[in-house]
C-alpha cells in the first residue's frame, strides 16, 4: 500500500529517509534502500541536506522508484527559483513520484558552499501552493499546464521550536497553503509534543513524529549546542554516557519512543542519519 | 543612509600601483557618518598610502578633496584641478563612485570602499541593513520590520525551523527578523495579520537596470 493511502487507512505509518552521497558511488546508498525495502512504507530522500552539495534529489528518487520504494521528494526553495522548482516537480510527476515535501532549506552558509547565491525565491508556503497549483493544472503565472500533476504535498513542524507560537502559527499557514501531512523535527520531550497534538489535531492532517537516532552521549550534546529544535533531555544523555554500547542503547530509546508514540500521531519518520541499516533493528525494538 | 567599509589598504596600494599622481575625494554624506570616507578618512587612507609607497621608495602624489555629495553632478563641479592627475580613487557609496566616474569618462576612477548597505547606526561604530531596495514595500504587514534584508532567506510567511530563541540559524549573533514580527504584531494585537499568507514577490520590481521616471503621467 502507498503512503498517502496507508494514511488514509489509519495505519501506523513509518518512513525512514536517504541522503544522496556526494560523488557518483551509490552503492551504500543502494545497500541502505534494500535494508529499508519492505520495512517502511516510503523513504524520504533529502536535497543537499545542510545545504551539502550532493547527487540530486530527483535523480535519487527516481532511483528509488526502480528499487521497488516509494520516495517521499523532498524539495528546498535555496538552490532553484520559480522555474527551476517547477519545472523539476514535472519532471517528477512524469518520472512517477508522488509525494513531495516542501521546504525552506538551510541558509548556504552552513553548508559547504558557503560563497554559493541563496535563492529563496519561494519559501516551504508559497511552494506549497504552487504544488496545489500544479494539482489543479496551472503554474504559477497562471499558465494552463497540458496534463496536471498529482502530488501528495507535505511539510515539516518543529513541535519543540523556541518561541514556539509563531511556529505553530506558520504551521497553520502550511496547512492553509495545501500541506496533506507533516514530518516533525526530532521528538525528545513527550509532553511538549503532547501539548502540540493537542493544538494540532482539529487540522486532522497526519502528523508523523521525528525519531532521530542518537548514536552517543557526544552526539546528543551536539544537538543540542548547534540544532536548532532539539533538546535532547539530560536522562537521555545520561543514559547514552553510562553504556558501555551507545548506538545498541540509542537503537533502544529510539524504539521506546516510537511505542511511546504510537497512539499519540499517525506514524513516525525515522533519521538515522548514516546508519540507515540500523532502522529495522530499531523497528524490531519497538515491536514492530 | 548608505553604509560602507574601507577597503584595506593593501587592496587600494595594488589598484593604484602603476599611478603616480592620484586625487582621493572623499563624500559628505553617507560615508561621512559611517565613519568611511569623509575628509578625515580621505586622509588617514591618503597618509598611509603615501607611507606604503615609500617605504617602497616610489613616491606618490596624493591630492585630497571632499565634496558634499558624489551622487549629485552639481557638486562633483566643485572638484578641482582633475585633470592634474592620472586616476581618482572615490570612498562614496556606489552611486558616488559612479557619479564622478561619469563626469570624467577619461579618467580610471577606483573604488576606496565596499558599498555595503541600506541601514543605520545602532551605536557607535556599529550599523545594521534594514532595507534591500526591493522596489515593494511590505512594511505594513510586518510590523515596520522587513522580513527581505532581516531575515537571512527573505522568507514572507513566518519562521524557519531554524530559528533559536529568538535568534538566527546562520548565527546567535543575530536576531531572527520573523520572531521580532511575530512580538511586534502581538504587542499591536495583529497577530491575524501574521496568519495571512503573503504572496511570492514580484522580483521583477527588484531587478537590474532599475529606473524612475517622473516625467511619465499618469503610471
Ligand atoms: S520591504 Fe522592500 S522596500 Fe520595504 S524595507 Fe524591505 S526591502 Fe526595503
Ligand atoms: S532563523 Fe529567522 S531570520 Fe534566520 S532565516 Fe530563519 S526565519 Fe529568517
Known amino acids: 500500500m502507498g503512503f498517502k493511502e496507508a494514511l488514509a487507512k489509519g495505519e501506523f505509518v513509518i518512513t525512514a529517509e536517504v541522503g544522496p552521497p556526494k560523488g557518483t558511488d551509490i552503492s551504500e546508498m543502494v545497500h541502505h534502500v534494500e535494508a529499508l525495502k519492505g520495512k517502511v512504507t516510503a523513504l524520504n530522500v533529502t536535497d543537499n541536506q545542510s545545504a551539502v552539495m550532493r547527487i540530486s534529489t530527483l535523480a535519487v528518487s527516481k532511483i528509488l522508484l526502480d528499487l521497488g520504494v516509494e520516495p517521499i521528494y523532498q524539495m528546498t526553495c535555496r538552490d532553484r527559483n520559480r522555474l527551476g522548482l517547477q519545472s523539476d516537480l514535472l519532471g517528477a510527476a512524469v518520472l512517477g513520484i508522488k509525494n513531495v515535501l516542501a521546504l525552506t532549506g538551510d541558509h548556504t552558509t552552513l553548508g559547504d558552499h558557503k560563497s554559493a547565491k541563496p535563492v529563496f525565491d519561494l519559501e516551504s508556503v508559497q511552494l506549497l501552493q504552487v504544488i496545489q497549483g500544479l494539482n489543479e493544472g496551472h503554474d504559477m503565472a497562471g499558465n494552463e499546464l497540458k496534463g496536471k500533476t498529482d502530488f501528495f504535498a507535505g511539510a515539516i513542524v518543529t513541535p519543540e521550536a523556541n518561541p514556539f507560537e509563531p511556529q505553530f502559527a506558520k504551521f497553520e499557514k502550511k496547512i492553509e497553503a495545501g500541506a496533506k501531512f507533516f514530518q516533525t523535527q526530532a521528538v525528545y520531550d513527550i509532553k511538549k509534543f503532547h501539548a502540540f497534538m493537542d493544538r494540532a489535531s482539529k487540522y486532522n492532517v497526519p502528523i508523523l513524529a521525528g525519531i532521530l537516532l542518537l548514536k552517543s552521549a557526544g552526539m546528543a550534546r551536539f544537538l543540542n549546542k548547534f540544532v536548532a529544535g532539539i533538546s535532547v533531555p539530560d536522562e537521555l544523555i545520561q543514559e547514552l554516557a553510562n553504556s558501555e554500547k551507545p548506538l545498541a542503547k540509542g537503537i533502544e530509546i529510539a524504539g521506546r519512543q516510537i511505542r511511546e508514540l504510537r497512539n499519540v500521531c499517525a506514524g513516525v519518520h525515522i533519521m538515522a542519519i548514516g546508519a540507515e541499516d540500523k532502522v529495522p533493528d530499531i523497528l524490531a525494538a519497538a515491536g514492530i | ?219
Open chain 2, 1 to 219: 543612509m548608505i553604509v560602507a567599509e574601507p577597503k584595506k589598504l593593501e587592496e587600494i596600494k595594488q589598484m593604484t600601483d602603476k599611478f603616480d599622481r592620484i586625487l582621493m575625494v572623499g563624500c559628505g554624506t553617507c560615508t561621512t557618518v559611517c565613519l568611511t570616507g569623509g575628509e578625515r578618512e580621505v586622509n588617514l587612507m591618503a597618509t598611509a598610502l603615501r607611507l606604503a609607497r615609500k617605504v617602497e621608495g616610489r613616491d606618490v602624489e596624493i591630492g585630497e578633496q571632499t565634496i558634499l555629495r558624489q551622487c549629485d553632478f552639481e557638486y562633483i563641479d566643485e572638484l578641482k584641478d582633475v585633470h592634474n592627475y592620472q586616476a581618482i580613487v572615490s570612498l562614496a557609496c556606489g552611486a558616488g563612485i559612479q557619479g564622478i566616474a561619469r563626469k570624467f569618462p577619461e579618467m580610471p576612477v577606483l573604488p576606496g570602499v565596499n558599498t555595503k548597505f541600506i541601514g543605520f547606526n545602532e551605536e557607535f561604530g556599529y550599523y545594521t541593513e534594514q532595507c534591500k531596495a526591493c522596489g515593494d514595500c511590505i512594511l505594513h504587514l510586518t510590523g515596520g520590520i522587513c522580513p527581505i534584508a532581516r531575515c537571512a532567506k527573505g522568507l514572507l510567511n513566518g519562521p524557519c525551523g531554524g530559528t533559536n530563541n529568538g535568534k538566527c540559524e546562520i548565527g546567535s549573533d543575530k536576531d531572527c527578523a520573523w520572531t521580532l514580527i511575530y512580538n511586534q504584531l502581538e504587542r499591536q494585537g495583529n497577530l491575524k495579520q501574521f496568519k495571512e499568507i503573503i504572496a511570492a514577490k514580484d522580483f521583477a520590481k527588484a531587478g537590474n537596470i532599475r529606473s524612475m521616471d517622473l516625467r511619465k503621467a499618469g503610471d
